[in-house]
């Protein structure tokens, strides 16, 4: 145990004197055998640290383990070590195209309310970037959420979303992957709230088309040109989406050229076609309106000398069609215009009103017939 420690110890203070002079002063570690990549000492000073305290036991299988850390160590510092995250690849010669693919994982809820919905996305962005290529035998780096601050990523923004969350959990939902001809792929799961304006004017047959769209926030047309990557929307199931009372019809891309004060934008929408489902508000709305108006009729079938059975019968389904009138309001929109679910109401309830004006134009017509007298009387009321 003792031993142990002491060797420790004696390691450490090896190795510590040869950092403190620099990392040129390595001794020559064995470079990995099995890659015939470029190999620099200094890449090891990094893997140092961390690995003095294994390296005592086996020496052998150490280096066997750390494999081709090192060469990774030294392709990324390599990379990162003249490169300027500032600027765009290409900048000044050809606008970067970023190639944009999402993968929708959450659709809804819509907010009729609000008139906004939101979605759950995970957005790749895919451009190539020339001073990223490296050579060796990794096909591939993938980094972290916390490396994405040291690349030029393109600063793509929503441009109709009110609220935009971003998952942080376990760690940032983001990921670079960067290939051996500079090709980057920049994936960031977010989640937004879009604002889609709903034209309720044929609800509850109503469908709506709303739009998700993105454009670079400050490079112009000829700095950045977004494409659709081989379009594929990936629809994960149907259990996770949570558009409630609506059917999901379908998506149409539109890729378009915006002019502003700042310059000519690429902005690529996608709308998210959806329609009512029109069983929901039928139980809610339409059964209980046609039926107040039916009953409303059963005042026909009774004898017009029961006068208080129909009129209550009519005063009453008169006063539940207005109540059912500002029941399908609520939860609604406050639109300026008749829908046409309002409008269907609005029939009841003339109806309903028919039906009661029925009886009362009917009794007073047979009063007067069957009392003469009476109507005199009547009139200087
Ligand atoms: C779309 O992607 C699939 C799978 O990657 C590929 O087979 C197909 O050729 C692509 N289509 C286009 C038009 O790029
Ligand atoms: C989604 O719905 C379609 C038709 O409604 C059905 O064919 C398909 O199996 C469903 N998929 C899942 C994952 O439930
Ligand atoms: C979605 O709605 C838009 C606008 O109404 C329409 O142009 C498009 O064809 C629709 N797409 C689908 C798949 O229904
Ligand atoms: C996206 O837009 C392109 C170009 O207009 C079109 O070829 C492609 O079919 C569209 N994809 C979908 C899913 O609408």
């Avoid at 059964?287 to 009129?311: E, N």
Wanted: with cysteine; aromatic share 12%; hydrophobic share 40%.
């Amino acid at each position: 145990m003792l031993a142990k420690v002491l060797l420790i110890l004696l390691g450490t203070s090896v190795i510590l004197p040869s950092r403190i002079e620099g990392p040129h002063v390595e001794s020559e570690k064995a470079p990995s055998a099995s890659d015939g990549d470029v190999y620099d000492p200094k890449s090891q000073a990094p893997e140092e640290k961390p690995s003095s305290e294994e390296i005592k036991p086996t020496a052998t299988d150490t280096q066997d383990r750390l494999g081709k850390m090192p060469t990774a160590t030294f392709i990324l510092d390599s990379l990162f070590n003249n490169y300027d995250y500032k600027l765009r690849p290409g900048i000044g010669e050809k606008p970067t195209v970023v190639t944009v693919e999402i993968s929708v994982n959450t659709l809804g809820p819509i907010s009729i309310l609000d008139m906004e919905y939101s979605i759950d996305i995970t957005f790749c962005q895919t451009w190539y970037d020339e001073r990223l290529r490296y050579d060796g035998s990794f096909e591939s780096f993938v980094l972290n959420g916390n490396m994405v601050s040291q690349l030029w990523v393109p600063d793509t923004f929503f441009r109709n979303s009110k609220r935009t969350h971003e998952h942080s959990m376990t760690m940032p939902n983001q990921m670079v992957r960067i290939h051996k001809d500079g090709k980057v792929l920049y994936t960031i799961r977010m989640t937004i709230d879009v604002g889609c304006s709903l034209h309720m004017l044929k609800f509850p047959m109503d469908s709506h088309s709303c739009p998700l769209s993105f454009s670079s926030f400050s490079y112009p047309e000829n700095e950045i040109i977004y494409k659709w990557d081989n379009f594929t929307l990936e629809i994960n199931g149907n259990n996770s989406w949570k558009l409630f009372q609506f059917d999901f019809i379908g998506v149409t891309n539109t890729t378009e050229t915006i002019a502003t004060i700042a310059g000519d934008f690429v902005v690529l929408t996608l709308f998210f076609n959806v329609s009512r489902r029109f069983g929901f508000v039928a139980f809610q709305n339409y059964v209980p309106s046609s039926v107040t108006t039916m009953i409303s009729w059963i005042s026909f079938w009774i004898k017009r000398d029961s006068a208080p059975a129909r009129t209550s019968l009519g005063i009453t389904s008169v006063l539940t069609m207005t109540t059912l009138g500002t029941f399908s309001r609520k939860n609604f929109p406050r639109v300026s215009y008749v829908t046409a679910l309002d409008f269907y109401i609005a029939i009841c309830f003339v109806f309903c009103f028919c039906a009661l004006m029925e009886f009362a134009v009917l009794n007073f017509l047979t009063y007067n017939r069957a009392n003469p007298r009476g109507s005199p009387k009547l009139r200087h009321v």
